[in-house]
T-cell receptor, first 113, second 112 residues
Framework: ELKVEQNPLFLSMQEGKNYTIYCNYS?????LYWYRQDPGKSLESLFVLLSNGAVKQEGRLMASLDTKARLSTLHITAAVHDLSATYFCAGPYSGAGSYQLTFGKGTKLSVIP | NAGVTQTPKFQVLKTGQSMTLQCAQDMNHNSMYWYRQDPGMGLRLIYY???????DKGEVPNGYNVSRLNKREFSLRLESAAPSQTSVYFCATRDWGRIEAFFGQGTRLTVV
């Protein structure tokens, strides 16, 4: 069974600052997903990281994957208020013949003007 | 193209009542999932269906039943609702040939 741990769970940061969200997972996995959720909304896929060393960037967000360390990071550069949301990482595992996603508890990011 | 549609969006039930949450997808995906989201708990898998005709328990199946009616539809039933089932429920789908899972808009359920 895969366990996924995110930290921090809450993050309040000022606009213009940089910060990193960490996602550790318990068993070997060659892929990792990041989702964004706005309050009262559904989950939106941000990044799919498919191999060791994968790095993906979209705007002020950059995600990376280190499968040897079982660690993914989501780096926020020069935060803006629009990035305020809850961010989830999720890892896959195959159980009972099917492919499942296990989610971390989420990091609630508040960017303060 | 609606994607993944959940009904209803909001529901209030009394303890002991039953109800069925509906999920329909027009993405022709094989696998469908039901998650619940509680504050501070992330998303937890209730049940899933790898393909039409199969269903399996996830992490928190107690108090729920599911039906994979056809390839498009996957329903979640609460036979006797309890306050502990107050949550936001998300349906998700995934195709075997794709990497990502796609989520519906959620059903906010309150059991009083």
């Amino acid at each position: 069974e895969l366990k996924v741990e995110q930290n921090p769970l809450f993050l309040s940061m000022q606009e213009g600052k940089n910060y990193t969200i960490y996602c550790n997972y318990s068993t070997t996995s060659d892929r990792l997903y990041w989702y964004r959720q706005d309050p009262g909304k559904s989950l939106e896929s941000l990044f799919v990281l498919l191999s060791n060393g994968a790095v993906k960037q979209e705007g002020r967000l950059m995600a990376s994957l280190d499968t040897k360390a079982r660690l993914s990071t989501l780096h926020i550069t020069a935060a803006v208020h629009d990035l305020s949301a809850t961010y989830f990482c999720a890892g896959p595992y195959s159980g009972a013949g099917s492919y499942q996603l296990t989610f971390g508890k989420g990091t609630k990011l508040s960017v303060i003007p | 193209n609606a994607g993944v549609t959940q009904t209803p969006k909001f529901q209030v039930l009394k303890t002991g009542q039953s109800m069925t949450l509906q999920c329909a997808q027009d993405m022709n995906h094989n696998s469908m999932y039901w998650y619940r989201q509680d504050p501070g708990m992330g998303l937890r898998l209730i049940y899933y269906s790898a393909s039409e005709g199969t269903t399996d328990k996830g992490e928190v199946p107690n108090g729920y039943n599911v039906s994979r009616l056809n390839k498009r539809e996957f329903s979640l039933r609460l036979e006797s609702a309890a306050p502990s089932q107050t949550s936001v429920y998300f349906c998700a789908t995934r195709d075997w040939g794709r990497i990502e899972a796609f989520f519906g808009q959620g059903t906010r359920l309150t059991v009083v």
